[in-house]
């Protein structure tokens, strides 16, 4: 008898303690996409490396050093110095926090609006949804680096004014996608059932629609915030985005590093790697949040 | 042995400098014929060059017109005034009238006689314009009392006080002379077209694109211009200006390269490229807005100078971008440059930089501006050499505590910003055509147009008009010492940074063109020609 307990109590031990639903959801993306784990860790190093900045840099990123300007990668300057010195690994380190900044800021700030819209238009449907179709469409036809421009020309370029313009272009392409999810569930007895309790418009957006279109609001702010890191950059490049002395990876492929570029290559490679890296981590790892969110797409 | 080998060596060389020589001659003998193209990196506004202050004017247009004086295309320093349009000049001996005998024969494109009455109405509309009617340099004509005519051939200029610098200012290559029958007509009418005298003759201008212009078959100079025509090409960014050059769809640029691009041009074509180089009368500075706090104290001005390490910032930015010499208010080099030994004990210029920080973190404190201060310095939207500057500025100001942030401003707003007044500190700009005091130091009189700081000084007022009238250069240059003084050290009105370097990296192909300090000069094209 008294082994029985004992034996009892082992099987108890050996048996898998049961996993959290979020852990398990981790794990499960994990093993199931390979890529879009990978692209997941690629941002969270990213997002380490852009919050402890001061403390992974090795260098001040905006100070002049002429006595090292233009040095190859050595052991001093891992990825370099730039014409004024700078290390290039620490720009890039910071950089990181710009890119990051921009693209989080304008993203969610985008996919939000564009999904408020895009339910508000489903939902209320009629006149109210045919202006804001037809308003969407205008934006939509402009190419999205176009209109950021010109926003940018307006407001200046200040980050939040950057934040603003890359943003904007954002919200119809969201706008449209949660639209189309949206009306489906628009029909759905239970949105029916809580307008025949006389539920408020406001309820029955936020409480019974917003959270059944999550998952096409997630895949669109993974997708948005590539494309924003992107946009961040070819603005930076053009002149147009964020403003010398700070550390940008845009900024960074311009100027000194075309006019070296034969000369120093490093300066354009290595911003134009974290620039790629960074795109296509949040590209994979959108993708796979759509394979894995998306139940047409979903692969046992 | 030695000796006959000796003699060997001896006579190939004699045969093959007189096989050669005749050679060498064919090739510096100016050859007619071909089209110049080249690139102009800013575009006109008007047509119109008495109000226009970009070379976006100068460079596509100057080759169609004439002016009373030119200077001397040949000439390096650029400072010797030749005739163009005027054949002699005399001067009175109390200096104040001026007589030019013009050319005979010279004809407007569309066939007209040049008289004496053309050159008046044109500096009539220059130093006394019409209300409502642009004229960029009048205020450096206020000694002009009046322009005359008495004969079809003389004009005469009276002044109301002798000024050394009055012939220099008439070689101006913005003063270009325009019909007078046409001006009558219609003032305005030189904003949208062209009739000149001068050696090329307009074909199209198609904007954003290209200027074409043609040999004039008319033209005075006998002989000249060598060349059938040009066409300039409209280009803006870098890049393709380089690239332009490099794949030989352009001969040359006049403005002028950075380093890294004349280093990227030289190594890829080698010995097609000739490189020309020179000072520039160019300079960037700083303005500080005197009504603005804390810059309306004179001790953060020269805080803000004193943090400056000029010599070292000439020695490496000169690696990166278009500027070189540490200098005060004369190009230097030029006769009324200041000499390095006083240069050294102006604020901001002296060889111990950790002293001069010191100082001016002294300065900040005494004047209540805490560490870490923060302000919005505003920049000109021009890569070069305004972006490598406006760095530089930023972390030497960072060494005294400061915390710079920098706001590019588009080029073409830039300057109705500084008119505004709308910044903190600016960097402010100026390009001569001609070194010399009166007309780079104008800005700094209290109610110029370009005092961007506004600053408001007597003293310096006062000095300026000294200087200008003092006849002896001896006298002048005490004079001009004390005016900078007063405006870079003991008020720190304005800081220097460093002058400009000009590099023209062209195509050997290009001949009878001659470098000057001044991008505004030697653009009439009549002495260029292309080697075979």
């Known amino acids: 008898m008294a082994m029985n307990p004992t034996v009892e109590h082992a099987a108890e031990i050996e048996r898998p303690a049961p996993r959290s639903g979020v852990r398990s959801a981790i794990v499960d993306f994990c093993r199931r996409r390979t890529l879009g784990a990978l692209g997941a860790a690629v941002i969270v190093l990213m997002l380490t490396v852009a919050t402890f900045a001061e403390f992974l840099a090795p260098y001040d990123p905006v100070a002049n050093n002429f006595g090292a300007m233009l040095s190859a990668p050595s052991r001093g300057h891992w990825l370099g110095t730039d014409s004024f010195g700078r290390d290039v690994l620490s720009r890039l ?62 407001l200046g370029n200040t980050i939040p004014n ?34 025949a309790a006389g539920f408020s418009h406001a309820r029955i957006i936020m409480r019974h629609m917003l959270p059944n279109v999550m998952a096409p609001y997630l895949i669109m702010l993974t997708a948005f915030l590539g494309q924003a890191i992107l946009l961040e950059a070819s603005l930076s490049f ?27 290559p490093w300066l354009a490679i ?31 | 042995m030695h000796r006959r080998i000796a003699h060997v060596v001896t006579l190939a060389t004699l045969i093959l400098a007189v096989a050669v020589a005749p050679v060498a001659a064919q090739q510096d003998k100016p050859r007619s014929g071909g089209e110049l193209v080249f690139v102009v990196p800013s575009q006109p506004p008007s047509y119109d060059a008495h109000q226009e202050e970009t070379f976006g004017v100068i460079h596509p247009m100057a080759p169609h017109y004439g002016t009373l004086l030119r200077v001397d295309p040949f000439e390096k320093t650029g400072t010797k005034p030749v005739g163009d349009l005027a054949e002699s000049w005399t001067i009175s001996k109390d200096g104040l009238t001026y007589t030019f005998k013009l050319r005979k024969g010279v004809k407007f494109h569309d066939g007209a006689e040049l008289t004496s009455k053309d050159a008046k109405a044109s500096y009539d509309k220059i130093i006394f314009p019409p209300a409502g009617l642009k004229s960029s340099r009048k205020a450096t004509y206020a000694s002009v009392e009046a322009v005359e005519a008495p004969d079809p051939s003389t004009v005469r200029f009276r002044l109301k006080w002798p000024e050394s610098s009055f012939l220099l200012n008439l070689a101006s290559p913005w003063n270009w002379i325009y019909r007078a029958e046409t001006l009558a007509k219609d003032i305005r009418w030189y904003e949208k077209n062209v009739n000149g005298t001068g050696p090329f003759t307009f074909v199209e201008h198609v904007k954003g694109s290209h200027w074409v212009g043609k040999k004039n078959a008319n033209y005075w100079d006998k002989g000249k211009p060598y060349l059938d025509g040009y066409r300039a090409l409209f280009i803006s960014a870098s890049a393709p200006q380089v690239a332009a050059i490099r794949g030989e769809r352009a001969f040359i640029q006049f403005r002028g390269f950075s380093p890294p691009e004349r280093d990227q041009l030289v190594n890829a074509l080698g010995p097609k490229i000739t490189v020309q180089q020179s000072g520039w009368d160019c300079v960037l500075m700083v303005a500080m807005h005197h009504d603005k706090k804390p810059f309306s104290d004179k001790r953060v001005r020269r805080a803000l100078t004193l943090a400056l390490d000029r010599y070292e910032g000439s020695k490496n930015l000169s690696r990166i971008t278009i500027v070189r010499d540490v200098g005060g208010v004369q190009v230097p080099g030029t006769p009324y440059a200041t000499p390095p030994a006083e240069l050294e004990k102006l604020a901001g210029y002296g060889k111990d930089i950790n002293a001069a920080r010191a100082e001016a973190k002294k300065l900040l404190k005494e004047a209540g501006v805490p560490d870490g201060f923060a302000f919005t310095f505003k920049n000109r939207g021009i890569p070069h050499p305004y972006e490598p500057i406006g760095v530089w500025l930023i972390d030497q100001w960072r060494q005294i505590g400061l915390n710079v942030k920098q706001e590019f401003v588009e080029a073409s707003a830039y300057h109705p910003m500084l008119k505004r007044g709308d910044f903190e500190v600016a960097m402010d700009f100026a390009c001569g055509f001609i070194v010399e005091p009166d007309l780079d130091l104008f800005r700094f009189v209290s109610t110029s147009d370009a005092n961007y700081g506004k600053h408001k000084d007597a ?46 990296p062209h195509n050997s192909r290009v001949k009878g063109w001659t470098i000057t300090p001044s991008h505004y000069l030697n653009n009439q094209l009549d002495t260029v020609w292309l080697s075979e």
Request: proline share 4%; with cysteine.
């Open chain 1, 93 to 154: 380190i910071y950089g990181s926090r710009t890119a990051l900044m921009v693209g989080f800021g304008a993203s969610v700030l985008g996919a939000t609006l564009g999904a408020i819209l895009g339910v508000g238009g489903a939902y209320f449907a009629g006149k109210i949804d045919l202006v804001l179709q037809r308003i969407m469409d205008i934006f939509l036809s402009f190419p999205l680096i176009i209109l950021a421009l010109a926003l940018v020309a307006i």
């Open chain 1, 162 to 195: 950057l934040i603003i313009a890359i943003m904007i272009p954002m919200i119809p392409r969201c706008a449209l996608v949660i639209r189309s999810s949206a009306l489906s569930i628009r029909e759905m007895p239970y949105v029916d059932a809580a307008r």
């Open chain 1, 238 to 264: 053009l002149g147009l985005g964020v403003q010398e002395p700070l550390a940008a990876w845009g900024l960074m492929l311009r100027g000194a590093a075309v006019e070296f570029a034969e000369t120093a």
């Open chain 1, 270 to 300: 290595f911003p134009g790697l974290a620039i790629s890296l960074a795109v296509f981590a949040f590209n994979l790892f959108g993708d796979s949040l759509r394979d894995a969110l998306d139940p047409r797409l979903r692969t046992q």
């Open chain 2, 459 to 504: 003293v310096i007022d006062e000095l300026y008009v000294k200087q200008a009238r003092a006849a002896d250069p001896e006298e002048r240059k005490k004079i001009l010492r004390q005016f900078e003084k007063r405006l870079l050290d003991e008020e720190a009105h304005i800081m220097y940074t460093l002058w400009w370097n000009r590099i023209i």
